[in-house]
């Protein structure tokens, strides 16, 4: 009998394209669409309305069954409580990490077995490795879109039966895929940003669930130069958006810089220009996850705290549950909330929180 494979799809291209392929691949393919949020954007419209006539499109043409699944419950109590409480203490989180973890990987991937999956499949840009009874997770062969970033948070038993089928292809090849085989995704463009807020504008969907207040910008010397709208609004590095521009006779009008946030007092720190305080060469990602084996002390890796950052070689010390990692040239813009991910080449070794 065929294996069959349940195909995440969310009405994107990368997910259609993995669908096909493994149609293609001979498995028994079946599509299954993830409602996570009930909501209209701006314009009374519900994005996932749309999102799902195109997996309808799809999976008509490829003449596989396809089915819906509510998990807008589990993402509210697992994924958008978390985002809301990380922002109330003045860090920025990354939902897209936890739902990897607590939906995709989680209920999800459940679901997908209890209606008989051999195997769970994704259009993310990554990879598995099975070796001695093992799994790790892989970086892709399409840099730019790699995505282990978001993903590691997961461990080995959640993705030993999952396949990730664009492993090998980049992005351009997968357009040009969907183009040839006619897939109504072909062309859409991929969603960005956070999945929850759409197109709809950050600061007015934020409103709506904390309440802001203005305060005062100032400078690493106390210099009050500005007014904020809200000290969640804002994120370490950011230039643009708080209503600063280079201030005419300051070292030649170079634009500010976000270096810091006080919660507490309502107060964000800006510094003009690239500065030594934008950049850091140690941190500390707190209960950190390994995927697989876990780190040695005193360890060589390769760090990345956002998604499409350089890679930048460190060094990995163990402490408890926490990692301290100190990188060999400093790293722009660490921002608490977000993920310190380690890797020793190819191999996503897990990540932790940064704190």
Not at 77 to 95: I, S, W
Not at 112 to 122: L, N, P
Not at 285 to 310: M, S, W
Request: glycine residues 10%.
């Amino acid at each position: 009998m065929k294996k069959k494979v349940v195909v995440g799809m969310s009405g994107g291209v990368d997910s259609s394209v993995a669908a096909l392929l493994l149609k293609e691949q001979g498995y028994d393919v079946l599509g299954l669409f993830m409602r996570n949020w009930h909501e209209e954007d701006d314009n009374g419209c519900c994005t996932a309305e749309q999102d799902y006539s195109d997996v309808r499109k799809v999976a008509s043409l490829l003449d596989i069954p396809y089915y819906t699944i509510d998990l807008s419950k589990e993402y509210q109590d697992r994924v958008f409580k978390h985002f809301l409480d990380e922002y109330k203490a003045g860090r920025t989180p990354n939902p897209d990490v936890l739902c990897n973890v607590e939906i995709k990987f989680g209920p999800f991937r459940e679901y997908a077995r209890k209606i008989g999956a051999d195997y769970v499949a994704t259009g993310h840009y990554c990879g598995v490795e099975r070796r001695d009874g093992k799994t790790y997770l892989i970086r892709a062969k399409d840099e730019n879109k790699d995505q282990t970033y978001f993903l590691n948070q997961v461990k080995q038993n959640q993705i030993d039966n999952v396949i990730f089928p664009l492993t090998d292809i980049d992005k351009p090849t997968v357009r040009k895929i969907a183009e040839e085989h006619g897939l109504a995704t072909a062309e859409k463009k991929d969603s960005t940003g956070i999945c929850f807020i759409g197109e709809r504008d950050f600061r007015k969907f934020l409103k709506s669930y904390l309440p802001m207040q203005k305060g005062k910008i100032c400078t690493l010397d106390g210099r009050v130069i500005g007014e904020h709208d809200g000290v969640f609004y804002y994120t370490i590095g950011q230039r643009k958006g708080f209503g600063l521009g280079g201030i005419k006779g300051e070292k030649n009008d170079a634009p500010y810089y976000i270096v810091k946030k006080d919660v507490y007092k309502n107060i964000l720190y800006v510094n003009q220009g690239e500065c030594d305080e934008l950049f850091t060469k140690e941190l500390i990602a707190e209960d950190f996850n390994y995927i697989c084996d876990p780190i040695e002390n005193g360890q060589r890796v390769l760090l990345r705290t956002r998604h499409r950052e350089k890679l930048t070689p460190a060094t990995a010390y163990v402490e408890g549950k926490d990692v301290r990692v100190v990188a060999d040239t400093p790293v722009r813009a660490v921002t608490s909330g977000q993920y310190a991910v380690l890797y020793d080449d190819r191999i996503c070794l897990g990540g932790g929180k940064i704190k």
